[in-house]
């Protein structure tokens, strides 16, 4: 009998929260096809999940369910477009500050604020608003032992801005002890390696306040593609970013093992032409930003907020429909390169001047120094330090996978993991125990995400009793 009850639910332009719903009158089938854009990107695209009738439910469209969980409609309530006004840099740039402002403002109200620091813009952005606003700030950042120590820069932020302040190292073989914790938060919908709050997640929920987090500003504020981009060219330059090294080898071969029809490239640059194309936008750039924020946000960013939220409600500013709005209405010249942002805390001398992560040594004043021959000193300097520390056994450790997969004893666990699963299950064996010998090899860097996506599935399947049909 039908369900005329309803249940509505209004999705924002980029939701904090996944959402799930079932697809009516669709076999209970595992999405193959899905599973292989998973972990060749390492996101599932559009609606799509582990099983075909099982929905993610798309941002910006409301939606209606009936009590069973099934939806019923779901029609836009926003549609991505680019309409530039004619405005001055200056008038956006101001724009801009009044905007982060009231947003934070009204997210975060009179509560402590618990704010992650990094050596990049995002936070640094939020921390200098937060400066004005007199709320108790408390922040907090890490790295690995071993590692390039970005919390000193974090540090600085936070000792000028008045903020208290936690350094924390990140140890080797967190995972272990947190990997079914996190398999619950996430639902296996992320891989494993990028999630290192897990690794420190009982200091954040010991902290008090509310976290504002400064996800996705380095995407809306910045080019979409890259200068010169000719229109033909857009699927290549998104498939480039989409495709993680080893991915597309690791999709090919479950592809193969599982009897899927057709080949699996073809497959993808179909689903991601279609994404495209559904975006209404002549604007290169604009148009890729849009489908970024559409598809890898929400299916990837989002996915892990939800381990934050383990420990303390969360804001994100860059996450309101206004900020996503104005995006829409700036000319991609003022976007581009992250000028708003530099500009903006190029207003405090400060903050400008300490270190930037991504072009370290120099700050936001002479980061465009980062190039040969004035980098040639640091480099040089840097590859020495590496290389010593490499021979008296303390290596430089600056990837996520090394702190949780390299080293014996996180060896042993990593094949217990990869080889502890039911004999009927969906994971093919013989693929799985390939690219174990893969990251083995000299060309381990390459073959890290295929791995972690492997263990992944591996977790996913375990923990949900999966059989092949």
Avoid at 143 to 160: N, V
């Amino acid at each position: 009998m039908f369900d005329s009850k309803v249940r509505p639910i209004h999705n924002s332009i980029l939701p904090s929260k996944q959402q799930f719903a079932l697809r009516k009158a669709t076999a209970h089938e595992i999405n193959y096809e899905a599973i292989c854009i998973f972990v060749a990107t390492g996101f599932f695209m559009d609606d799509d999940t582990y099983w075909k009738d099982q929905i993610c439910l798309k941002p910006a469209h409301n939606h209606e369910l009936n009590t069973s969980g099934e939806l019923l409609t779901s029609t836009p309530n926003f549609e991505w477009h680019y309409s530039p006004r004619n405005i001055t840099f200056e008038q956006v740039l101001e724009e801009y500050i009044g905007l982060l402002t009231t947003i934070i403002k009204e997210q975060v109200k009179d509560h402590p604020v618990i704010l992650p620091l990094s050596g990049g813009l995002d936070s640094r952005s939020q921390a200098m608003v937060l400066k004005e606003l007199n709320n108790n700030v408390h922040s907090y950042s890490y790295a690995f032992p071993g590692g390039y120590p970005e919390h000193k820069i974090s540090e600085k932020i936070a000792k000028y801005c008045g903020f208290s302040f936690d350094a924390f190292f990140i140890g080797k073989g967190y995972l272990w002890n947190s990997i079914d914790e996190l398999a619950d938060l996430n639902k296996c919908y992320s891989e494993f390696t990028h999630s290192r709050q897990m690794a420190i997640l009982d200091e954040l929920k010991a902290m008090n306040g509310v976290f504002s987090l400064g996800h996705w500003g380095d995407v809306l504020f910045d080019r979409g593609v890259p200068e010169g981009t000719e229109s033909g060219e857009v699927v290549l330059v998104v498939l480039k970013k989409m495709l993680k090294p080893g991915g597309l080898e690791l999709a090919n071969k479950l592809w193969e093992a599982w009897g899927l029809d057709g080949q699996f490239k073809d497959y993808l640059i179909g689903r991601v032409e279609t994404a495209l194309s559904q975006i209404k936008i002549d604007n290169l750039s604009a148009k890729v930003r849009a489908f970024k924020t559409s598809q890898w946000a929400h299916r990837w960013t989002t996915t892990n907020l939800s381990i934050f939220e383990e420990a303390a409600p969360i804001t994100l500013p860059y996450y309101d429909n206004r900020m996503i709005e104005f995006i829409c209405s700036i000319p991609e010249e003022y976007l581009a390169d992250r000028k708003l942002q530099i500009s903006h805390i190029r207003k405090d001398a400060t903050l400008s001047n300490i270190v930037w992560h991504q072009n370290k040594p120099f700050n936001l004043n002479t980061y465009h120094k980062n190039k040969a021959p004035y980098n040639l000193p640091y480099r040089v300097f840097n590859k020495m330090k590496r290389e010593f520390n490499n021979l008296v056994g303390n290596p430089y450790i600056q990837r996520n996978f090394e702190i949780q997969f390299m080293g014996k004893d996180n060896d042993q666990r990593l094949y217990q993991y990869l080889m502890n699963m039911d004999a009927n299950g969906v994971l093919p064996k013989s693929v799985v125990e390939y690219f174990y010998q893969k990251f083995k090899s000299p060309d381990y860097v390459y073959y890290s995400h295929p791995i972690s996506m492997l263990l992944t599935l591996s977790v996913w399947q375990n923990k949900n009793h999966i059989i092949s049909q």
